[in-house]
């Protein structure tokens, strides 16, 4: 089966709003490495947008998933519960950096995880209006869509979206915001928007994903739980990308002082497998009445199996340290690719959610076009990464944790040669 011929037939069978990246197909994978259908070999740095933390087909989640294919695969846990969902939302209210008892509601992605967050606020508040942040990604329903703070390509010809929803600046000092900036948006959306009175919950990634791994600053967060205390408003942390070691701790919110009322996770929760969760304070998770929250596959046993083995390599592998080393070691190679690269405008980390910002030298516009010639330069080496940011001009690093040190030095060869030539 050759590339070419399996493109021409997606193209034929599948609609293009279904944006595929590459023109490759995966045919097997294993930690760090992708094989194609025509036997290349690529070193993966994108790990489905941070969902393998704990890398492709750990032996321990493989594991996990075939002792729980031999159980049962499927009840509905609101039709018949199964003591694994329990233990799970047991050792994750125990990590969970919020105050006080806490509670977990499993889901199934990413998006619906934020969904049940607002439905959450909602409930416990009995306000309507919730504020998120340009630059923002949430995901592809039409709640989190309204969330989202960014218009192409995710709500280009879908609208309208829900009410109630108001985005503030993200504090970003690179493009001019400073932590001042993003307060005072959020005063002029209570003068001319809505009463902070009514508001449910602000919901913000401590690290923008999408929006270009932009790191909310420690000041901003205390300023932001402040003004949450202040009017009554919930903080709800969205931890779809940032969770499970990425940042250097399970939790990009154990970075800060100050503790959310909500976190949602999905990604790298059950290395790949589909599943989400809500974690919050026990009073603001009991809101809803039973049968308000919920899924037919919401907390699938197989991927609670997943999830299961996955926090226990975390922690075996000591995958928060070594986000942290290979995090460090990376910024450096970054910093000295910037004597030979002048298209570096900025290098963001938070220990290993790294990202290089491209502006044009010439112009000191953002660079988009340099952007992708990083890209297509590391591919054709056999390097695989991933663009974000609002115009495109930012490249993410999602490698693995568990990437062997040798082809984590040969990636970085690959990434040096890319940006120099």
């Given at each position: ?20 990246m ?54 509905a ?94 504090p ?75 940042t ?21 929760l ?20 039973p ?20 926090m226990?390599?975390?922690d ?70 991933l ?35």
């Open positions: 089966m050759k590339n070419a011929e399996l493109n021409q037939r997606r193209q034929q069978a599948t609609p293009r709003g279904v944006g595929v590459c023109g490759f197909y995966a045919e097997r994978a294993e930690n760090a490495t992708l094989w194609d259908v025509e036997g290349n070999q690529v070193i993966d740095f994108a790990a489905g947008i941070a969902v393998l933390n704990t890398g492709h087909r750990h032996p321990k989640v493989v594991a996990a998933i075939e002792q729980q294919l031999q159980a049962f695969t499927h009840t846990y609101q039709i018949v519960p199964y003591e694994s969902y329990v233990t799970l939302a047991e050792r994750i209210n125990q990590r969970a950096p919020i105050d006080g008892p806490c509670k977990t509601a499993f889901f199934t992605t990413g998006a619906e995880a934020v969904e049940n967050a607002v439905k959450i606020a909602r409930a416990h508040t009995g306000r309507p209006g919730i504020i998120t942040f340009g630059g923002g990604f949430h995901g592809r329903t039409y709640m989190t869509m309204a969330l989202t703070g960014k218009v192409a390509p995710y709500k280009l010809g879908f609208g309208p979206f829900p009410g109630s929803v108001f985005h503030g600046q993200y970003n000092a690179l493009h001019g915001v400073s932590t001042q900036d993003a307060m005072n948006s959020l005063e002029r959306i209570f003068k001319a928007d809505i009463d902070p009175k009514q508001v449910a919950a602000i919901v913000l990634e401590p690290v923008q994903g999408e929006g270009g791994f932009n790191v909310a600053p420690a000041e901003f967060m205390q300023v932001l739980r402040t003004l949450c205390d202040e009017h009554g408003i919930l903080l709800v942390a969205d931890e779809v990308q940032t969770g499970f070691a990425r250097g701790k399970l939790f990009a919110m154990e970075h800060y002082d100050i503790k959310p009322d909500l976190i949602t996770m999905a990604k790298s059950a290395g790949g497998m589909p599943l989400s969760a809500v974690t919050g304070r026990a009073d603001v998770m009991d809101a809803p009445a049968g308000g929250l919920g899924g037919t596959y919401a907390g699938n046993p197989l991927a609670v199996a997943a999830a299961h083995a996955v226990d390599v975390i075996e592998e000591q995958l928060c340290q070594r986000a942290q080393r290979l995090g460090h070691h990376l910024v450096e190679v970054l910093q000295q690719a910037r004597a030979t690269c002048p298209a570096i405008a900025e290098i963001r980390a938070q220990g290993s959610m790294v990202a290089v910002e491209f502006n044009d030298p010439a112009s000191g516009q953002p660079s988009a076009e340099f952007t992708r010639q990083v890209q297509q330069k590391a591919l054709q080496e056999g390097l695989l990464l663009s974000c940011g609002v115009h495109g001009n930012v490249i993410r690093f999602l490698y693995p944790l568990t990437i062997p040190e040798e082809q984590f030095t040969e990636a970085l060869g690959i990434l040096s040669r890319a940006l120099g030539e």
